[in-house]
């Protein structure tokens, strides 16, 4: 493993299994969360193509990710900043 600075925080890896169980327990039940290649990892979830009976796709973002503008003109959304806004 790595060696890490002094400002990142430690990284304990998951299993699948264990992260199961944890999800099972109800301790992540308003998190918004994903288990990346056995990561623990912020996510945001984005809801499109709204209709009489929910929105017909989903995607999810982690903080890698830039999230596509669906206007014309208007920049797309680098998600690393907006959880660093979120942080604060």
């Known amino acids: 493993m790595a060696a890490q600075t002094a400002t990142e925080p430690p ?48 995607e999810t973002y982690d903080r890698e990710s830039v999230l596509p503008s669906p206007l014309a003109g208007v920049e797309d959304l680098d998600v690393a900043a907006l959880f660093a806004a979120i942080e604060r």
């Open 11 to 58: 990284v304990y890896r998951l299993g699948v299994d264990a992260y199961n169980r944890i999800v099972a327990s109800g301790a992540l039940e308003d998190e918004r969360v994903e288990l990346l290649e056995g990561v623990l990892a912020r996510t945001i979830e984005v809801h499109t193509e709204p209709g009489a009976d929910g929105y017909g796709r989903s």
